[in-house]
């Protein structure tokens, strides 16, 4: 009951954050047609036993799935039971997995039973949550970052306008200005390209932990630039602060899905690792009300608006020091076997950590039989040949989804809709953005990584046709303006159903400890430079194609949905040595099986 309560405590959460969203919209919703206020309004009321229902149920389900685990027969041999439990003699008739249940046995034995049981169910652990909460911080400065700098579009070009009148005596040319602020948001992403492809250069020096604490000297310092560039009258010092941050982001968005898939445990893997993207979105979301006229989005506050990223680095310096270094970092990497027990035993809180020891040996061991995997490598081994494909496609499949296109094209949908102030829409859509990342992280491990990015992928393909009808008759047909709207949203959160987590954390389980760090800086070099296109060329595309360019990412969909039902494996359940040891063997392409089926005598939920 207590556990239930706090499934709706959750669930209360959620629209609660909707609340928050809808009540500065109120009064721009109730100008709009009738409808739109009345179901902005009613819609807490009408969800709120569905989303209470539907936590409770995934935590119900999640629960259920961790308490076969510990019943399973298999995986008592093999750890091995008590010897209390032992000593029950198997009375006929029940089944051998009844009894394993605890059903048919003596209360002093069910209690002990129950007892043992906990201790194979992976425990969210004190220390565990400092660790992903920490890293995850990164992730924030990421979607901060990111959304950002599109508000105060107006306020930062006329200080650009009045920098250009006091250096040069005369207004600055459109064309100019259009350069410059190209340049201002493009920075960002190169700036993530060149730091996404050093992954590798610090992790393997410095460490996990240790490489997150050091890149926050990049965020203080991208913060004063861009603070302090109003006052020196320098929009040079705003572009080369975006550009520094840009590298910090790169970085982290390699650090933070590393570190969390490693410290980790894997029956926990794909939902911690889930909380990177949910970092990212409310980043996004918080840049977004940040940036409202009314809080810092003027003329005065913008700098403030841009600087402000120096409270979560500073966050970060101080939980980091708290935070274990990542053990499968300190064993295999280091050789420090007792320094990494002692940290597997604060992340699981148990004693009992031999599991998770002999899979690291058994995978440090694999890495001695290899050579130094270095980035040409990853291309030119058979053995790595494919999962660098699935990662590479996997991170083309989020940015080239057409959703970053889809949050700049909903502006003018949402003006064409009557919205006076498309902003708070823009908001609203945050908010949906969010709250389908949090759906994600419930059902990820019951419903399986592959899944879920089919699922999400096939839903954008049908809400881009969808938002491609709308937006060609919408001069016909004023009503299509809803139509738009709803794709626009069903577009947001098919996305943070499968692509926008899964590609983040999956590159980490696809690869050995060896390989992992160059295989994350390629992945992640693939989703900024993707990402850097897209930015750049989208207004010239639609400049050509109109309410029909989401065709083209409606096409792509579908390549990457065909590309991920035939070769994408399911990673739910696996340890990074049975996921590497499925590509040596072909398990690849036998995605259709389940773990236990390629790998694992004890069933892909047994792997603790």
């Known amino acids: 009951m207590e556990r239930d309560a706090e499934a709706q405590g959750a669930a209360e959460a959620c629209l609660a954050i909707w609340e928050v969203g809808v009540n500065p919209a109120t009064q721009l919703l109730d100008q709009m047609y009738p409808v739109t206020y009345i179901l902005a309004r009613a819609s807490p009321w009408i969800f709120h036993d ?28 093999n750890v091995g039971q008590p010897p209390a439990l032992l000593q029950v003699p198997t009375p006929p008739g029940p089944s051998r997995r009844g009894l394993s249940a605890g059903r048919d046995l003596p209360p002093e034995s069910r209690d002990q039973l129950r007892l043992h049981r906990g201790s194979l169910v992976p425990k969210l652990t004190g220390r565990l949550m400092l660790a992903v909460g920490g890293a995850v911080l990164g992730s924030l400065q990421f979607g901060y970052n990111t959304g950002v700098i599109n508000a105060p579009q107006k306020v930062i070009e006329e200080f650009y306008n009045q920098t250009w009148i006091h250096r040069y005596g005369e207004s600055i040319l459109p064309t100019t200005l259009t350069t410059l602020w190209s340049l201002s948001v ?14 590798g250069l610090f992790v393997n020096r410095f460490g996990r932990r240790n490489s997150m604490l050091i890149i926050n000297l990049l965020a ?37 899905p590393m570190y969390v898939g490693e410290v980790s445990p894997t029956a926990l893997r794909g939902a911690l690792g889930t909380l990177h993207q949910l970092g990212i979105v409310v980043g996004i979301l918080i840049a977004q009300v940040f940036g409202l006229d009314s809080i810092m989005g003027s003329e005065e506050l913008w700098p403030l608006l841009l600087s402000v990223i120096f409270v979560p680095a500073l966050l970060q310096c101080v939980l980091l020091p708290f935070c274990p270094e990542s053990p499968r970092f300190l064993l295999i990497n280091r050789n420090e076997e007792n320094r990494a027990k002692s940290v597997l035993k604060k992340l699981r809180g148990t004693a009992d950590v031999t599991r998770d020891l002999q899979e690291m040996k058994e995978e440090s061991r694999q890495m001695m039989r290899e050579k130094k995997v270095t980035i040409l490598e990853l291309f030119r081994s058979p053995a790595y040949r494919q999962p660098i494909l699935i990662a590479v496609v996997l991170q083309l499949s989020q940015q080239l989804s057409g959703i970053n296109a889809v949050f700049y094209y909903s502006t003018s949908i949402f003006e064409k809709a009557g919205v006076q102030q498309p902003v708070y829409a823009t908001i609203g859509s945050g908010i949906v953005n ?150 040596r063997q072909g398990g690849a392409g036998q995605s259709d099986k389940t773990p236990e089926e390629l790998f694992h005598p004890l069933g892909a939920d047994s792997q603790v």
Request: aromatic share 14%; with cysteine.
């Open 50 to 77: 569905y989303l209470v229902a539907g936590v409770m149920a995934c935590t119900r389900c999640l629960r259920s799935k961790l308490a076969e685990v510990g019943s399973s027969p298999s995986l008592s041999e």
């Open 186 to 199: 493009a920075i960002f992403s190169v700036g993530g390209m060149i730091g996404s492809f050093s992954v």
């Open 220 to 256: 203080v310092l991208s913060s004063m630039l861009m603070g302090f560039s109003k006052l020196a009258k320098s929009f040079e010092m705003l572009i080369l602060g975006r550009f520094i941050i840009g590298v910090y982001c790169g970085l982290t968005t390699g650090f933070v």
């Open 434 to 583: 969010t709250a389908f990342t949090v759906v994600s992280l419930f059902v990820v491990e019951r419903a399986g990584r592959r899944t879920l990015h089919l699922i999400g992928l096939a839903g954008m393909a049908g809400c881009a046709v969808l938002m491609t009808i709308a937006l060609a008759l919408l001069e016909q047909l004023p009503w299509m303006s809803y139509l738009s709207i709803v794709a626009i949203f069903g577009f947001v959160a098919f996305f943070e159903v499968g692509p926008g987590p899964i590609p983040w954390f999956i590159v980490a389980e696809l690869f050995s400890q060896g390989p992992r760090p160059a295989a994350i800086a390629v992945a992640g070099f693939s989703n900024w430079t993707s990402n850097f296109i897209v930015g750049m060329c989208f207004q010239y595309v639609e400049q050509l194609c109109g309410p029909y360019v989401f065709i083209i990412f409606t096409v792509l969909l579908v390549l990457f949905f065909i590309f991920t039902y035939f070769k994408v494996p399911e990673t739910k359940g696996r340890t990074f040595d049975e996921i590497a040891s499925g590509f």
